[in-house]
């Protein structure tokens, strides 16, 4: 919120929200829709699946983890995208009414990327969704072993992928 307030051009991208954590993503769509509203659109949310070590200290079950990444994912995209008030009836997460009081400024909802290591399951369900898949510091072969499968399940998917389906993190 910060950077959005004293930046004015430049997209702010958090790439470290760990969704399975996530006791309300109800209240984290609210969060990142203030950050989108404040910078005038500028958000660019990064959705990670984190590992079974953050699991633990936070107190969830890590076999959980990509049922609960993804069912937090699709309440999110809900909470930005559906009119309010309506029912949320998962898994892992119950809400007898879901009503964000802060929606995205960008429409459908702001861009998701998706940093990760070397999950296929991952690389596939971010192609599948058509995120751009950000490979966080692996080396130069694995990355373009993830490229590859990214670029396949594309196809398959109806799409070609492209440099905007791509990244990569890497410490400097």
């Known amino acids: ?59 969830v079950n890590p076999a959980f983890n990509r049922e609960r990444f993804q069912e937090a994912h699709d309440l999110i995209v809900a909470a930005w995208t559906r009119e309010g008030p ?12 879901v009503n964000p009081w802060a929606v995205p400024l960008q429409k459908p909802y702001p861009r998701v990327w998706v940093p990760g290591v070397l999950s296929k399951e991952t690389i596939v369900w971010t192609a599948q969704q058509r995120y751009p898949y950000i490979a966080l510091n692996t080396a130069i072969d694995h990355t373009k072993e993830i490229f590859k499968l990214y670029s396949e399940t594309a196809a398959e998917n109806g799409y070609v992928a492209g440099p905007e389906n791509f990244g990569y993190l890497i410490r400097v």
């Open 86 to 97: 309506f029912r949320w009836e998962g898994t892992h997460y119950q809400h007898r009414v």
């Open 1 to 59: 919120a910060i950077l959005a307030a004293v930046t004015k051009n430049v997209k702010i991208v958090m790439l470290g929200n760990p969704l399975p954590l996530a006791e309300n993503p109800v209240r984290l769509a609210e969060e990142l829709s203030m950050i989108d509203m404040i910078s005038k659109g500028r958000l660019v949310s990064g959705f990670v699946r984190g590992g079974g070590q953050e699991q633990l200290a936070a107190g």
